[in-house]
């Protein structure tokens, strides 16, 4: 697959605009936790398939984002229970640099 170029930020209107389809039709509430597993997902799978000119922008929104919606909708707790819960901390937490030298 070859790599994204800027256009791969387009994901984060995508998510922005199915969370609120998600709204409209009554259901975020009840699949919040799945709706952030699944753009801590995407995120992480698209961090790497982005240009490397553009992967250190495309992580700081993706942390910005997910860090707002954990923060905003979470407890520690059901966040905890996030497959890979130890990755979606380091994301959330870290620089990319950091991010970065612990997952390479």
Known sequence: MHSLKENGFDIFQI???FKQL??????YEHEKYCFLQHK???YTYLLFKVAPEFQEKFYDIARRNLHNEALAQFSINKIK???KSFLFFDFVSMT???FV???W
């Open 40 to 42: 801590f997902n995407v």
């Open 81 to 83: 229970q996030i497959n």
């Open 15 to 17: 998510m922005n605009d």
């Open 22 to 27: 998600l709204i409209e039709h009554n259901l």
């Open 96 to 98: 990319y640099t950091d």
């Open 101 to 103: 030298k612990k997952t």
